[in-house]
């Protein structure tokens, strides 16, 4: 299969398109959102210079079927979705921050904390933690929303006194990322998974607080394999788990973690097609249905045909 990295449609009301990392985001005079989760993957705030066929599809679908799951903890932006590979829904005024709620010391957590760190976005960590260890108790570090370049850890204290969020809407917003991770652990423990650590985006319409964007998917979380964990983390190994992490890992190995002069190693076929497996492969775990690939000889007029299709009917 072929990845699809860029759509480049004119929708009717077409107002913009923003084109993210990932996903390209078209906004129509309707108050519609209409996002394509690409086949494109970025890490270290880089897009990586291949496409990922499948991937679009995973994280869409993945999507939408846990903003369906958690639709009871607060109202989501979802309409539709008129194509494995898109999600129609409402524009809202997004806030500039992402909740990034830990379980777990892991990925970046770890890598501060290895550095000597022992305060993650203002919140203290104890002394004497190992690497993938179960934290007391889930905390939430959050992160500036960054136009483009890196997005950086932030403090609630910060993002109150900055005006970034309002004190109380940010309490709030603390409550449904709590109440989201919950679900999301709950969920994944039936998978025989361990929800280690995710992001949330939020924003408002019409006066209320909306889920945004994608939620508990391989791009925005990471997962590690319920069965052999303690013993894993008792030997000190690596934990097996399913995320985007691995990728990073291949990076980070290959002497690129998005630094200026630093070059992405080469991705080969073997590669692209390894990182589709994985991805497929969460998907089957995580999801209730059989992941079922939608290809198509021209992938990008499908996606359009189905877009169209929808909004005639509205």
Known sequence: MKAVVKTQFQLPGQESLYTGKVRDVYSLDNGYLVMVATDRISAFDVVLPEGIPCKGQVLNQLA??????????????????????????????PYKVEMVVRGYLAGHAWREYKSGKRSLCGVPLPDGL??????????????????EGHDEDISKEEIIARGIVPADEYEQLERYTLALFQRGTQIAARKGLILVDTKYEFGKKDGR?????????????????????????????????????????????GG??????????????????????RYIELYQKLSDTPFVPAGGEDVSARIEANILKFLQNQ
């Open 64 to 93: 939408a079927q846990f903003l369906d799951l958690t639709a009871d903890i607060l109202p989501n932006w979802k309409v539709a979705v008129p194509d494995p590979m898109v999600t129609i829904g409402w524009r809202c005024e």
């Open 209 to 253: 607080i909306i889920l945004m964007d994608e939620i508990h998917t391989p791009d925005s979380s990471r997962y590690f394999y319920a069965e052999g964990y303690e013993e894993r983390l008792r030997k000190g190994e690596h934990q097996r788990q399913l995320s985007k992490e691995f990728v990073r890992e291949w990076l980070m190995a």
């Open 130 to 147: 190992r690497e993938n260890e179960k934290l007391p108790h889930p905390i939430i570090t959050p992160t500036t929303k960054a136009a």
């Open 256 to 277: 690129f973690q998005g630094r200026e002069g630093e070059k992405v190693p080469e991705m080969t076929p073997e590669v692209v097609s390894g990182i589709t497996d």
